[in-house]
């Protein structure tokens, strides 16, 4: 495992840069683009590890994806075409991967062995082999189809209307791609509104889909027309650098062409809640998705409560965030965020561990955190774990220490951000 010792004599950040492409637009991309027909060219593509996972599971099934760098051609005869896969896919560290895939493959006439990394092999599945299974899915895998590695037996499914129990666009998309190859209507209906670009992308695709306030329909086995996509540049990612600015004195910095879907744009409304000096220039819509260019200077930023309906619009961002309120003035209360155990590590556990090694005073509650502001945050020997967001998170947090912080396992982190190194050290000054 490699260990990076992170340590910039630079502290100020100043400049602009493009963050690379939003990796939920970029999964589902390839993945609609497969089970369209027609050839679906994709540009500003994350070439994040996890989007190359879901790459290489539609290619084992049979279909032509050429990668050039960001760009990505996908060509497709359409769902009815895809071919039965020789052998087991690996999903490696990808959860959006696994919950969509596993819709898609459940209605498909084919035998299916699915298996991922060790971090992926601890989440749980039952969220999505759930309502799968009500569809008829013929779902098994360890401890009756809760964890990978998971078989699936697909076939012919039944529409169903799923209230879903999950915050998660995961789940809601899992189920709406199973429906989508399934005669009839299908609804799912959330009580706190997700990330919504499988709504968005598959009506681009040409898709027989509607929205009604929390609720999506998508009307079955209707063919998807390729389309082309152009992928907005990746608030989650952004964010990195947004809270680096606020942080470090005398820093400015500009990211151009993100994402400003409003069900993920919750870390602009927290950096104006914490009074972080924040302008959002909005500039254009592609695929409907609307894009601009986000500047941050520093900030003293002032403490907040953060819960309820904002946390789904913030789930990735929140290891950052947490970072921020270890510098605010007071106390920052995280509630309502139970999902955070759910993802690459239970990241209520692994925030409060990192931030508490590094010096900051912050404790876990059962579904969230407390941090205190002010802190004086020190060097100290840290662990990502594996997880992409931590390994960034303590990245950043070295811009604050005098000392260097040793990372261990920083690979992890071209996951989502192949060069995020790069990228932070063309803003460092
Ligand atoms: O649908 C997606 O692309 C994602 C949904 C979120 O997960 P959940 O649906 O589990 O909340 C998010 O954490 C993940 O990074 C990407
Ligand atoms: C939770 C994440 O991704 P996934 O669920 O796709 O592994 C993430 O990128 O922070």
């Known amino acids: 495992m490699s ?14 840069i493009s963050v690379p492409g939003d990796k939920s637009i970029s999964h589902r991309a390839v993945m609609f683009g497969s089970l369209a027909k027609g050839k679906t060219t994709i540009t500003n593509f994350l070439a994040g590890e996890d989007c190359l996972s879901t790459i290489a599971a539609f290619e084992a099934m049979g279909v032509k994806i050429t990668r050039n760098n960001q760009t990505v051609v996908v060509e497709s005869a359409g769902a009815s075409e895809l071919s039965e896969p020789l052998e087991p896919i690996n999903l490696g560290n990808s959860g959006t991967t696994a919950r969509l895939l596993m819709g898609i493959l459940s209605a498909l006439p084919y035998h299916f062995t699915l298996y991922g990394d060790a971090s992926l092999t601890k989440r749980p599945m039952d969220r999505i082999t759930n309502p799968l299974r009500e569809m ?45 190859l399934t005669d ?99 500039k254009r819509t592609i695929g409907g998705e609307p894009i601009g260019d986000i500047i941050v200077k520093s900030s003293k930023p002032a403490a ?40 690459e590590t239970d990241r209520i556990e692994s925030v409060v561990n990192t931030l508490q090694a590094l010096g900051a005073e912050i404790e876990a509650t059962n579904d969230g955190m407390i941090i205190q502001g002010n802190a004086k945050l020190k060097g100290a020997e840290t662990n990502s774990y594996g997880d992409h967001r931590i390994g960034m998170m303590i990245a950043i947090a070295s811009l604050l220490t005098e000392e260097t912080i040793e990372l261990h396992d920083d690979k992890c982190i071209a996951v989502s951000y192949p060069n995020f190194f790069e990228d932070l050290d063309e803003l460092l000054q």
């Open 3 to 16: 260990i990076k010792s992170v340590s910039f004599n630079r502290k100020t950040l100043n400049g602009s």
């Open 136 to 180: 008829g899915a013929k779902i098994d895998g360890r401890e009756n189809g809760r964890f990978l590695p998971i078989a699936i037996r697909g076939g012919k499914l039944n529409p169903v209307h799923y209230h879903t129990p999950m915050k998660s666009a995961q789940v809601k998309s899992g189920v709406l791609l199973a429906g989508l």
């Open 184 to 282: 009839g209507k299908t609804v799912v209906e959330e009580d706190t509104k997700t990330r919504d670009h499988t709504e968005n992308m598959l009506k681009a695709f040409g898709a027989d889909l509607s929205v009604e306030g929390n609720s999506v329909t998508v009307n079955g086995n209707q063919p998807l027309t390729a389309c082309d996509i152009e992928v907005p540049g990746d608030i989650s990612s952004a964010a990195f650098f947004l809270v680096a600015a606020a942080i470090t004195p005398n820093s400015e910095v500009k990211i151009e062409n993100v994402g400003l879907n409003q069900t993920r744009t919750g870390i602009i409304d927290v950096l104006k809640l914490m009074g972080v000096d924040i302008t959002v220039e909005e």
């Open 304 to 343: 907040a409560t953060i819960s309820g309906d904002i946390i789904p619009r913030i789930i990735d961002e929140i290891p950052v965030i947490a970072l921020l309120a270890t510098q605010a003035e007071g106390t920052t209360i995280i509630k309502d965020a139970e999902e955070l155990k759910f993802k």
